[in-house]
């Protein structure tokens, strides 16, 4: 029987839940990395048992982790004793941005206040496996760059294209920070990747990385100056299906929106949501016109409408939604969902899951329809991934 | 041998004891500690000190002979009983909630 794993990564720590087909009892593994905030755990579509997770203290800076057995044992890629000492091992924490080309920095950035700021790096929001090659895997950090390792996370090299292409002094942080959160790979053209940036927006290379452009027209946004601007968007998540790879689904700021040519225009699909602000948006593992997202009263009050926790379902990728809340807390809760933590299986019934601030994480395996809570006091989530496993 | 008594996130990562002892060749000082440290123990790069600038982290400090030697010169010696083993080099996180 199939089963599925769930890859939890919270503010104290990384948890691993089980559960076989049915998803209907639960085994809980962790904390991994005790006390450490873990942004992300990915595993590796090639090599399920390769699990990546992105580490990180205010203390200590960012560490990548590696499993290569499913989560049962971790190690830092390269981290191991020395035990003569000699050459410096690579560091699978060392992620510098590229001056190769002038020596400088590519360029600066806006800071809260409007003034020029220099990168600096912080952590890895978002850690990406290759869809393809097993040692290969990206990662999408703050300040905002997309970086890369072909040797399973050992050594990392940034995409420079992305900073040097132009924008950059008009990015600027969202409230969380200046991160490249969402990075997509078109498992149709392995030169095609999406990535998000709050608050820069969206953006697609078609040659592997060198070059980005902008991907935002179509997206309005009435807190910055210019709200039609080519850049400074603040995209909280991108969704795609695997067997539509030019139809993305994006939760921004505020607005639900749809591109149906890679990112080329957008459309807003919010129709009837109570609110269109929130941070996650999903797609049906099998279904790919049935999306979900989770509204969240507003900007200034990040939990949902009347303390009761809804997901939204549309089946007609958008403008028509449906609550889903059988299961759900509907009183009193005051959590919410951040952008990277709600994530599908893809068994026959499609299971859905989602993680809180506080604590929570839920699970659904009739695609919505009822919901279970899987665990309910964890730290923080911060990133839901699932694993559909044989 | 050095003695470097590292915090508990550090110990961790390393997959240490609380002290590690160190070959480190003269002069002794905080620079040719920690890159003694972090060559053999490599995933503490960067956690430290920056990968680029080698600066300290912001919220370490590092202690010897009950002194704060956080704002010295990385390139100072360390006291005699620091060379000799007496006394360890102190890696210390700040203290703080959350």
Redesign the interface.
Same mark, same amino acid.
């Given at each position: 029987m199939s089963r599925v794993r769930v890859l939890v990564g919270t503010k104290k720590g990384a948890f691993i839940l089980s559960a076989d087909g049915k998803r209907d009892k639960w085994d809980v593994s962790g904390p991994f990395f005790a006390g450490w905030e873990i942004y992300h755990v990915k595993a590796s579509p090639v090599d399920p048992n390769r699990i990546y997770a992105s580490q990180s203290s205010g203390w200590f800076g960012q560490v990548i982790q590696r499993s290569d057995d499913g989560g049962k044992t971790w190690d830092a890629p390269g981290g191991g004793i020395t035990p003569v000492p000699g050459e410096m091992p690579k560091a699978s924490n060392k992620f510098v941005y590229d001056t190769s080309a002038s020596g400088k920095p590519l360029t600066t950035h806006q800071w809260y206040d409007g003034t020029q700021h220099p990168w600096e790096f912080k952590r890895v929001w978002h850690l990406e496996p290759s869809l393809t090659d097993r040692e290969a895997v990206y990662a999408g950090v703050e300040d905002a760059a997309l970086f890369r390792s072909t040797d399973a996370g050992q050594s990392w090299h940034e995409l420079p294209g992305l900073r040097g292409h132009g924008t950059g002094p008009k990015w600027q942080p969202g409230a969380g920070g200046m991160c490249l959160h969402t990075v997509i790979l078109d498992p149709s053209d392995p030169n095609r990747i999406y990535i998000a940036i709050s608050a820069a927006g969206a953006f697609r290379t078609d040659d592997g990385g060198k070059t980005w452009k902008p991907i935002n027209k179509g997206l309005k946004s009435q807190y910055i100056p210019d709200p039609n601007a080519e850049v400074g968007h603040c995209v909280h998540h991108v969704a795609m299906h695997k067997s539509h790879p030019n139809v993305l689904f994006m939760q921004k700021h505020w607005d639900i929106m749809r591109s149906d040519n890679a990112g080329d225009t957008w459309h807003e699909v919010s129709g009837n949501l109570p609110t269109d602000f929130g941070f996650v948006i999903d797609v049906h593992a099998h279904e790919p016109e049935t999306i979900y997202v989770v509204p969240i009263k507003s900007d200034s009050e990040h939990f949902p409408i009347e303390g009761k926790l809804s997901v939204y379902r549309s089946r007609k990728g958008g403008n028509e939604w449906e609550a889903l809340t059988k299961g759900l807390p509907q009183k009193d809760c005051y959590v919410n969902v951040l952008r990277d933590a709600m994530a599908v299986d893809s068994l026959d019934s499609c299971g859905v899951y989602f993680g809180t601030t506080g604590g929570q994480v839920f699970g659904s395996a009739d695609a919505g329809n009822t919901w279970m809570p899987i665990v309910q006091s964890l730290p923080a989530v911060y990133s839901v991934e699932v694993q559909t496993l044989p | 041998m050095i003695r470097v008594m590292l915090?508990?996130?550090?110990r961790?990562?390393?997959?240490?004891e609380s002290e590690v002892s160190l070959?480190v060749p003269e002069p002794v000082t905080q620079r040719s500690v920690l890159n003694?440290l972090?060559? #053999?123990?490599?995933?503490l790069?960067?956690?430290?000190r920056d990968?680029?600038t080698q600066e300290r #982290?912001a919220?370490?400090r590092f202690f010897v002979c009950s002194e704060d030697w956080s704002l010295e010169s990385p390139d100072a010696p360390l006291p005699a009983a620091v060379v000799s083993g007496a006394e360890p080099f102190y890696i210390i996180?700040?203290i703080a909630g959350g």
């Open positions: - | 915090p508990a996130h550090l961790a990562l390393a997959k240490s070959d003694a972090e060559a #053999r123990y490599p995933v790069q960067g956690t430290i990968h680029v #982290r919220f370490l996180g700040a």
